[in-house]
């Protein structure tokens, strides 16, 4: 991340814009399918089972699968 604005600011042949859509945005894009779908799917995965039941009646009584 670091390497490419040090190479800007030094006049080397590589944009902002370059640097922005080549490596900015995928890096963004990626870590918001990684973090929101990847890590969400696993703990939805392992934990889905054990959460206790939805008790819709209004009584205090846990309702289990």
Do not use: Q
């Amino acid at each position: 991340m670091f390497l490419f604005p040090l190479g800007i600011l030094l006049g080397v042949d590589f944009t902002w814009g370059d640097y922005l859509l080549g490596n900015e945005l995928p890096t963004v894009r990626g870590n918001l399918v990684g973090g929101l779908f990847f890590t969400g799917a696993m703990i939805y995965l392992t934990h889905h089972k054990t959460a206790p039941g939805r008790n819709t009646v209004g009584e205090t009584e846990i309702v289990r699968d």
